[in-house]
């Protein structure tokens, strides 16, 4: 069984910054993908930065040059850097690992980020 448990949320005022952390534990395969996604209410989920095992990265434009993605294959953690954060960054952000052997994915619970004016 794969858990995912994050860390980091928080409230911050528009400009500044948070680091999000994300680990997993369990059956990891060594080839996966970690990375992260972000709600607002009333809107869907959506893409944020992911990483795989082999340091390829994707980011969403919203977030480029804002935003980076590392991990800790070594502790199977992914962290999320969000420098100048702005008001519309404030979701809940999830965890995401998606493990390339089965192509299954995994979600974490979410933690909570919120931007003041």
């Known amino acids: 069984q794969l858990q995912l448990v994050e860390s980091g949320g928080g409230l911050v005022q528009a400009g500044g910054s948070l680091r999000l952390s994300c680990t997993a534990s369990?059956?990891?395969?060594?080839?996966?993908?970690m990375g992260w996604y972000r709600q607002a209410p009333g809107k869907q989920r959506e893409l944020v930065a992911t990483?795989?095992?082999?340091?390829?990265?994707n980011y969403a434009d919203p977030v480029k040059g804002r935003f980076t993605i590392s991990r800790d294959n070594a502790k199977n953690t992914v962290y999320l850097q969000m420098n100048s954060l702005k008001p519309e960054d404030t979701a809940r952000y999830y965890c995401?690992?998606?493990?390339?052997?089965?192509?299954?994915?995994?979600w974490g619970q979410g933690t909570q980020v919120t931007v003041s004016p």
């Open positions: 995401n690992l998606v493990d390339f052997r089965i192509n299954r994915d995994y």
């Open positions: 369990g059956n990891i395969f060594s080839f996966n993908r």
């Open positions: 990483e795989t095992t082999g340091g390829s990265t």
